[in-house]
């Protein structure tokens, strides 16, 4: 039985990634989250495979304990403090998740962990030089705290292999939705507003181009790179491959939904909204060995979906 820690379980990916796990008839999950902006409903609490334990991962006293008990052989960091207009708004605490980063990464050193997984964001590319954008070649030139915090982190998974040959895979994850998305991010948001007949509510001019990942794809490929040791000590985009605008995602949720909302305005982001965003994604298609969700797929699933629409 291996052992597997997911801090950050309770939110969008981290919750995803635990419902994926559970396939694995071998693997036991222990959960950590503080709920700061997860929510344990999204976590299965009642299965056999699963123990949650509510626990700041900031705070070395807290997770200490959890993992010199466990032992684990594997570590999914996926905790952080997330939300664009949320991170802008309280910056120091965005930058207190780099205390989180040294203590899992220094507990899993001392404890044996086999791999660490870094949850890292396309954040760290800040506006991009080159389309798509490339982990190699893409300089990381954001410097947000949100931004900042993860190619830290990045630096530190480096760090550590080269000093305690602790093994590490880097995920930048592009926009990834699914039914556990909170309405603090674009997909979910626009679509609840679509489905109340609300205004939906662009910042600056919807001109912004973004790819969009749905969930399982993004779980799909992260699950199998550790199954099969793929990208091992590397850095792997986790994103979708069509570009679309702002604008055009509103008009399209308007017209699968069959919605009566009006586009409105606002004004634009102070930081953090980048005028585009695509990943190179051949690494996670190389993974997976087929075609991807489409964006339009992937609002239908929504649209389906009990947790999400009932949310």
Same mark, same amino acid.
Do not use: W
């Given at each position: 039985?291996?052992?597997?820690l997911?801090?950050?379980?309770?939110g969008?990916?981290?919750s995803?990634l635990?419902?994926?796990?559970?396939?694995?008839?071998d693997?036991e999950?222990?959960v950590?989250?503080n709920?700061?902006?997860?929510d344990?409903r999204?976590?299965?609490?009642?299965?056999?495979?699963?123990?949650?334990?509510?626990a700041?991962v900031?705070?070395?006293?807290e997770?200490?304990q959890?993992?010199?008990?466990n032992?684990?052989?594997?570590?999914?960091?996926y905790?952080?403090?997330v939300?664009?207009q949320?991170?802008?708004e309280?910056?120091?605490?965005v930058m207190e998740d780099?205390?989180?980063i040294k203590?899992?990464?220094?507990?899993?050193?001392?404890?044996?962990?086999?791999?660490?997984?870094f949850s890292s964001?396309?954040?760290?590319?800040g506006e991009p030089v080159t389309?798509p954008q490339?982990e190699?070649?893409?300089p990381?030139?954001?410097?947000?705290?949100?931004?900042?915090? *993860?190619?830290?982190?990045e /630096?530190?998974?480096?760090?550590?292999l080269?000093? @305690? %040959?602790l093994e590490?895979t880097?995920f930048? !994850?592009?926009?990834t939705y699914?039914?556990?998305?909170t309405q603090?991010?674009?997909?979910? *948001?626009?679509i609840?507003? /679509?489905?109340k007949?609300?205004?939906i509510t662009i @910042? %600056?001019d919807?001109s912004?181009?973004?790819t !969009?990942?749905?969930v399982k794809?993004?779980?799909?490929?992260?699950?199998k790179?550790w199954?099969d040791?793929?990208?091992?000590n590397?850095?792997?985009n986790?994103?979708?491959?069509?570009?679309?605008?702002?604008?055009?995602?509103?008009?399209l949720?308007?017209r699968?939904?069959?919605?009566q909302?009006?586009?409105?305005?606002?004004p634009p982001?102070?930081?953090?909204?980048?005028t585009?965003?695509?990943?190179?994604n051949?690494?996670m298609?190389k993974i997976?060995?087929?075609d991807l969700?489409t964006?339009?797929?992937g609002?239908?699933?929504l649209l389906e979906d009990?947790?999400?629409?009932?949310?």
């Open positions: 039985m291996r052992k597997v997911v801090t950050g379980g309770a969008n990916v981290g995803a635990v419902e994926g796990l559970l396939n694995l008839a693997v999950i222990i950590v989250d709920l700061s902006t997860g344990i999204k976590v299965p609490v009642n299965h056999p495979q699963i123990t949650f334990i509510k700041d900031n705070l070395l006293s997770i200490s959890i993992m010199i008990a032992r684990f052989d594997y570590v999914f960091h905790a952080a403090f939300g664009v949320r991170t802008q309280n910056p120091i605490r780099i205390e989180g203590n899992i990464l220094s507990l899993s050193k001392n404890t044996g962990v086999k791999r660490f997984f964001s396309s954040e760290v590319y389309i490339h190699e070649t893409t990381l030139n954001s410097r947000i705290p949100y931004a900042v915090v *993860k190619n830290v982190g /630096a530190f998974c480096r760090s550590y080269q000093e @305690y %040959g590490f880097i930048r !994850f592009f926009n699914g039914p556990n998305q603090d991010f674009v997909m979910s *948001k626009f609840h507003q /679509a489905l007949n609300e205004p @910042y %600056g919807g912004q181009t973004r !969009f990942c749905y794809d993004n779980v799909d490929a992260t699950i790179a199954q040791d793929l990208f091992v590397d850095v792997i986790i994103g979708g491959a069509t570009v679309i605008t702002i604008l055009e995602l509103a008009k949720i308007i699968l939904t069959n919605s909302s009006e586009i409105t305005f606002l982001l102070k930081d953090g909204d980048m585009r965003r695509q990943p190179d051949s690494k298609k997976l060995n087929r969700v964006i339009e797929e609002i239908k699933k009990e947790r999400f629409v009932n949310a």
